[in-house]
């Protein structure tokens, strides 16, 4: 089986849509954008954790 890539169910799923896609992968985390499928980041858990806890408390809201 490849790589189960998922993504949020507030992203649509028009073929123009621009959404953030992840997947688990020997034990770290990849996250691509939709619109752009072979630019892969990887990264660990840990440091997607510490971005996610950071985002959920709106250190990044100025950006959107």
Do not use: H, Y
């Not at 790589?3 to 997947?23: F, M, T, V, Y």
């Not at 939709?34 to 709106?58: E, H, M, Q, W």
Request: glycine letters at 8%; hydrophobic letters at 40%; proline letters at 2%.
């Amino acid at each position: 089986m490849g790589i189960q890539w998922r993504k949020s169910s507030k992203s649509s799923d028009d073929e123009d849509s621009n959404c953030l896609e992840l997947a688990a992968f020997e034990g770290d985390i990849l996250i691509r954008e939709s619109d752009l499928p072979d630019v892969v980041i990887r990264t660990s858990r840990a440091k997607l954790r510490a971005f996610l806890g950071g985002a959920k408390d709106g250190e990044f809201d100025d950006l959107v």
